[in-house]
């Protein structure tokens, strides 16, 4: 892959379906350019609009003027179109390990990330400790798949950052918000020792910080959805 080949991801800076894209392309060595839509506005630009008209949502990732939608999607294509040297691949090689991350993946985004939205949108003291405690359960799930399918290395693709690693590492910079903004302790030393570890090594690493803001960032943009929610303190 030569870096004179058009590559453009439109996206918006607090989806961590964005920040994975970004993520893998960095690990990549792809270059490409960064196109935001703007947040809070009631339109979305004409762009995003062709280039996904079914769900009208970002991630897109446009290769040669050839759209691209839906994370996942987009994270198995990178790994499959872009083969550079000394690059490692995002998925693990053997298809029963590939097909667990897959499915942990889907997992995360189906069931996981929405718990966790969850408690900024609750309304009630109630429904805020369901959500939390949906968080907490999986992350404990999470913690047993681990254990398994990291083989005692460092991530869970094993030596380097792969596809599950950015699945459920985009989504920390929310995790770490939430924990912020709602006095929370999400994380468990006792049950998730594990997982604390690797959050801690996937927010250090280079390719990463190119992409994640900082913390206070989304805490900021978190309260500004809990006003538009209705639901701010």
């Not at 690059?87 to 929405?114: G, N, V």
């Not at 709602?182 to 994380?187: G, I, S, V």
């Amino acid at each position: 892959m030569e870096n004179g080949e058009d590559i453009k991801v439109l996206g918006t800076w607090p989806s961590p379906f964005v920040i994975r894209v970004k993520i893998a392309l960095n690990m990549k060595g792809i270059v490409y350019e960064s196109l935001e839509e703007v947040e809070g506005l009631p339109y979305k630009s004409e762009l995003l609009l062709k280039s996904n008209p079914i769900y009208k949502k970002v991630p897109v990732l446009i290769h040669g003027g050839k759209p691209l939608c839906e994370s996942l999607i987009i994270l198995q294509y990178i790994d499959e179109a872009f083969t550079i040297d000394g690059a490692s691949s995002l998925l693990p090689s053997c298809p029963y390990d590939s097909a667990l991350a897959r499915f942990w993946a889907f997992y995360l985004d189906d069931k996981w990330f929405p718990s966790l939205i969850g408690i900024l949108k609750a309304k009630t003291k109630e429904a805020k400790e369901e959500s939390k405690k949906q968080v907490e359960q999986g992350l404990e799930l999470l913690e047993e798949a681990f254990k398994k399918i990291s083989k005692g290395k460092r991530w869970f693709n094993g030596d380097k950052i792969g596809y599950l690693d950015l699945a459920f590492g985009s989504h920390l910079g929310w995790l770490k918000a939430i924990e912020k903004s709602e006095n929370l302790n999400l994380f468990d030393e006792k049950k998730t020792p594990n997982l604390i570890e690797w959050a801690q090594c996937f927010l250090s690493d280079d390719n990463v910080k190119k992409v994640m803001h900082e913390i206070d960032k989304f805490v900021e943009y978190g309260h500004k959805l809990k006003i538009k929610w209705g639901v701010a303190n």
